[in-house]
């Protein structure tokens, strides 16, 4: 079935310790995002690519960085984990964007100790 | 400025009972509007989706949603509920002239039997 993969699902990092969360899609969808869901919070988009088009929201902290080499993967990289930065990373596809339904992977959950 | 507005941060309920989630939308120009569903550590998937036309929307799992332009609403029914609906549900839009998803705070819906 075509889906999005995320790896790992669990992660546990130290403090400052870089991490990297990888996404993959068998949707062949243009646009990728990452979200990041705190603890009973809605999820927050920190950025997404529209092909090899990056964009990032205007409040996503420098600490996060993202890269997409191909259609198919696309890569979350946090430099300096904080103890804030503990939580659920969820990558999301769409074939395009406006009124296009986003497919959720399962997430990666983040623990920073 | 666009926002989701869901007042319910819970909702208990019994089994076979009926269950509304509200949802409430602002927004200057028109919008999509979505409900997700999301079940413990796992990513959101989509319930249904108002894109135009009937303002009574038909998803998955026997939920329903009526879009109300007057009232800014979008609020997601189910006549009778199943322990295995007990979920955070998530009300989202996305203006028809934007590509940012905006999420409304979620609500928990506790069905007990």
């Known amino acids: 079935d075509a889906m999005v993969i995320q790896n790992p699902r669990y992660q546990v990092t130290q403090f400052g310790k870089p991490v990297t969360l990888s996404c993959s899609q068998t949707?062949?969808?243009?646009?990728m995002y990452w979200y990041q869901q705190k603890s009973s919070q809605a999820p927050k988009l920190l950025f997404h690519y529209y092909d090899k088009d990056f964009n990032n929201e205007a409040d996503t902290p420098d600490n996060f960085q993202s890269r997409r080499p191909n259609t198919s993967f696309c890569f979350l990289d946090i430099r300096s984990p904080g103890l804030g930065d503990a939580a659920m990373y969820l990558c999301a596809t769409s074939l395009s964007a406006g009124a296009n339904v986003l497919t959720f992977g399962a997430g990666s959950r983040l623990t920073v100790l | 400025a666009q926002s989701v507005t869901q007042l319910d941060s819970q909702v208990p309920v019994f089994e076979e009972a009926p269950v509304e989630l509200r949802c409430n939308y602002s927004s200057s120009v028109s919008v999509y509007l979505f409900w997700y569903v999301q079940y413990p550590n796992q990513g959101l998937q989509l319930l249904l989706k108002?894109?135009?036309?009937?303002?009574l929307v038909k998803g998955i799992n026997g939920f329903e949603a009526e879009f109300n332009k007057s009232q800014t609403s979008f609020h997601l029914r189910k006549p009778s509920v199943h322990i295995s609906d007990t979920a955070e549900y998530f009300c989202a839009s996305v203006n028809t002239g934007f590509q940012k998803l905006v999420f409304g705070t979620g609500t928990r819906l506790l069905v007990s039997p």
């Open positions: 108002y894109l135009s036309g009937s303002t």
């Open positions: 949707l062949n969808h243009n646009v």
